[in-house]
């Protein structure tokens, strides 16, 4: 008989009394680096209360207590009072805040307000509606639909269907509040030795995504089985005739097929050399 430790995930807790964004940023980050152990995770925000604090580490050590695992906590409560009542779980407890703020506090010579949350406030006005435009922008110009302001974008994003062009838009806008828009690579596009006329002018402004052919004829084939648009010759025809495209004309282009969408946009931005707006928001979109 199996040992039951042996066929149990082991629980993460991420928590917060604002949106746990950024606990489940450093979490994820963290458990990123043990890629051979397989973890079940919780999120809970919002967790304000010394009465909600007292009932998740119920349910932390019940966690444990059926897995026969220690959980791990990830906290960034910034509350003393709460983050007390979690430190009494039976838990790997993780809090940056008690981690990090003290030294800071030491080096800056200055007391911190030690509010979690922060990062996530509109502090900016400006910065935020700049955000909010280019993701609208991005909208009114994914995968082609439109290509009136095309003159306006900080970058277009092209490739052929299903190569990640969509969510690494909206990451560049969400994330970086810039105005990208996405064009689809074609069959009819594919024809000829010269770029799409829409696109051409913009040259300077493309950026290719390519992506590797197998996991390309299985995003498709979920949208359209057994179809030839999903077959693996029609998708290594598209990939290596969008390689030959972007190769003659100079396209900068990553391969998406083993990079998250943070990973895709953040070297689109280093490669283009396009500039960041100041304190990003948070947020994880997955190539579809």
């Given at each position: ?112 307000i030690h509010e979690s949350g922060q990062s996530h406030r509109i502090s900016n006005e400006s910065l935020y509606e700049s955000r909010i435009n280019a ?47 996405n064009y689809p690579i074609t069959e009819e596009d594919m024809e000829s030795e010269h770029l799409p006329k829409t696109i051409r002018k913009y040259q ?85």
């Amino acid at each position: 008989m199996p040992d039951l430790a042996s066929t149990q995930l082991r629980s993460i807790f991420f928590l917060s009394n604002r949106t746990a964004i950024t606990a489940e940023t450093l979490g994820h980050s963290l458990l990123a680096q043990f890629p051979d152990i397989e973890f079940t995770t919780v999120t809970i925000p919002f967790l304000d209360t010394e009465k909600k604090a007292q009932k998740v580490v119920d349910k932390i050590n019940k966690a444990g207590a059926q897995s026969q695992l220690k959980p791990i906590v990830i906290s960034t409560m910034a509350n003393e009072a709460i983050s007390k009542i979690i430190l009494q779980s039976d838990a790997l407890v993780l809090d940056p805040f008690d981690r990090f703020l003290p030294d800071l506090e030491e080096t800056l010579n200055q007391h911190s307000i030690h509010e979690s949350g922060q990062s996530h406030r509109i502090s900016n006005e400006s910065l935020y509606e700049s955000r909010i435009n280019a993701i609208d922008f991005s909208l009114i110009h994914d995968d082609g639909m439109t290509t009136k302001m095309y003159d306006q974008t900080d970058i277009i994003i092209i490739g052929v269907s299903r190569s990640g062009k969509t969510p690494t838009c909206l990451y560049l806008a969400l994330q970086f509040g810039l105005k990208a828009a996405n064009y689809p690579i074609t069959e009819e596009d594919m024809e000829s030795e010269h770029l799409p006329k829409t696109i051409r002018k913009y040259q300077n402004r493309l950026f290719g995504l390519t992506t590797d052919p197998y996991r390309l004829a299985h995003i498709r084939e979920e949208r359209r089985p057994n179809s030839r648009y999903a077959s693996m010759e029609q998708c290594r025809f598209e990939i290596n005739r969008a390689e030959e495209m972007f190769y003659q004309h100079r396209i900068p282009y990553v391969n998406t097929s083993k990079m998250s969408i943070e990973e895709i946009a953040t070297k689109i931005v280093e490669i283009a050399g396009l500039h960041r707006i100041s304190k990003p928001p948070i947020n994880h979109i997955d190539v579809p």
